[in-house]
């Protein structure tokens, strides 16, 4: 790995083995050869990762406020919403750990922790509206079958 420092006019190219940073690979395909960007200058590291964190909470938001609005009841949709705050939380605790400041970082931990609390309830109560939905329908059919059946001779 080499540094690049550059003076006036003239740049100065240092080899430096083992730099301590956070590793980035580019996903463009306009950087082919650029295998690995480390950044080691602690602010910059620092909105970068917020940065990343923010684009995963907006993901995560996405797929729940789609899965909540649509009519979909299957356990895919679940899962999918689940897995994606579960990406978000593994994110936060294997990539930008050590590279967020602690205040920061604790406020994506609450973040995180509430989206899936409310996540889970807003689905628990959804459901609970749909049984009673469908059980009120279910009584409302065997009523009438009663009380016809109780009337002809």
Request: hydrophobic share 30%; aromatic share 12%; proline share 1%.
């Amino acid at each position: 790995m080499y540094y690049l420092k550059r003076k006036i006019k003239k740049g100065t190219l240092k080899n430096f083995l083992n730099l301590n940073g956070l590793d980035i690979k580019p996903k463009s395909k306009r950087h082919e050869n650029i295998k690995k960007v480390t950044i080691v200058d602690r602010k910059l590291k620092n909105s970068y990762c917020i940065k990343q964190m923010d684009k995963h909470l907006k993901k995560v938001y996405d797929k729940i406020f789609l899965f909540l609005t649509s009519e979909d009841d299957s356990e895919n949709g679940i899962k999918i919403c689940l897995g994606e705050i579960e990406k978000c939380k593994s994110a936060l605790f294997n990539k930008y750990k050590e590279a967020l400041q602690n205040k920061k970082y604790k406020e994506y931990l609450a973040k995180i922790a509430l989206i899936e609390t409310e996540f889970k309830n807003k689905y628990y109560e959804r459901e609970y509206y749909a049984n009673i939905i469908n059980n009120m329908y279910k009584n409302l059919g065997t009523y009438e079958e009663e009380e016809i059946k109780g009337k002809s001779r």
